[in-house]
């Protein structure tokens, strides 16, 4: 059964090979001071700077530019921008990366005009977002996080150890090319693939009912675990990567968690392992999820039934002669070879971590009620015990 939502989601989406002749546009909706956002500069030796360059250059705009984006971006480089911002009077912010910097810009878009601290009254706090907001958009250039289709941001303050999430405000338009994400680097793009099946997994795992947005998260799963291989074998395979691109913005725009009350707590350990690691987030996710699963396997007969479905509807498990929990089990390890197959963290010891951070991380890690099985703080330092 349905519950009640509301669906809206107001980022225009332009896809495919020539989606970026759009940009100017778009950009022809706003003022003239644009301010151009990017990262640790791929985008200046693949040629998407170039390209994008030109179509500002086309819309007749004044660029302000801000680079050196990190992965995991943190409040230090988000106030940075603040003054930038607030010093060129900007009239729009273009977001040209992955979602560490989409992230950035929506909270640079929100603080700008903000008159308290942005951290502690956004990340700390959820303060509503009352202020004047700039608007944002996007030219994406890997897929895995959604940013291009959420008003989320997830932002770091290594000196509290502390990587926190606040929604503000989603993308006016996001210009998603496929083959701009041919030279990710494996290591980020494998993140990215399994940022993607967290995503969907963290809304799937919940809810006994029979939910129509269930079925449509199967399909992505298993789209996404053909075209995974295809990509493994040819980075620059572009029906694959077009696949997965599509598939990441499905994850997390708000149609898969219509009407199911959503988990989220693979999301909440790996954001507490990245707190004290800075590791790339995708990473962090496959880290932790092998303990969490198998302990909501162990503790709740729902969650049981759900990793059966899976098992069956996207791992292929035979389900014959098998108890519920053996078919959930097998399900659960045909995943995990798909893991290591992809090359990723299967703990957080290769993520960085180690022992004496295990009472940190369960401070950093807020505890989410909405799943199978609602953690105590001595199970959450034990799931990340048996992650190391
Ligand atoms: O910095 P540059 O030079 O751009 O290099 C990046 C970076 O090193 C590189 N890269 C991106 N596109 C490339 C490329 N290299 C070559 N060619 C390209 N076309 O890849 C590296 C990783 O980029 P990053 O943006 O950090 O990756 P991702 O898109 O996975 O974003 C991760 C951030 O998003 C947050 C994560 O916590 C993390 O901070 N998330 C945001 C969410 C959201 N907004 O809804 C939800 C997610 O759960 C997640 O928490
Ligand atoms: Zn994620």
Redesign the pocket.
Known sequence: MLGNFTFHNPTKLYFGENSLENLSKELGKYGEKVMLV??????R??G?YDAVLAELRKAGKQTVELSG?????TIEKVMEGVALARKEAVDFILAV???????YC?AVAGSTYCEQDPWEYYFNNFGEMTCRWIPVGCVL???????EM???????KHSENR?K?YYFRNPDFSILNPA??????KH?TV??IY?IM??ILEQYLSGTDDNTSDYIAEGLMRSLVVSSRKVLGNPEDYEARSNIMWTATWA?NGLLACGKPTDWMV?ML??AV?AYTDA???HT?SAVSGAYYRLLIGRSEEAVKKFRRLATAVWDIVPAGKTDKEIALEGLASMEAWMRELGLAMDITACGADASQLEGMADACPINESGYVILTREDVIEVLRQSL
Do not use: E, R, W
């Not at 959420?150 to 770091?156: E, P, Y």
């Not at 701009?180 to 680097?185: F, G, K």
């Open positions: 990017y990262g640790g500069g791929s985008i030796k693949n998407i984006v990190m992965p995991n971006p990366g992955g979602g560490s910097v989409c992230d929506k250039t890997m897929a895995g996080t959604g940013s959420d008003s989320c941001s997830v932002i770091s990587k999430f701009y994400t041919y030279t990710v680097p980020h993140a990215g940022d967290s995503h997390l999301h790996g954001q990245a790339t987030h995708g996710l």
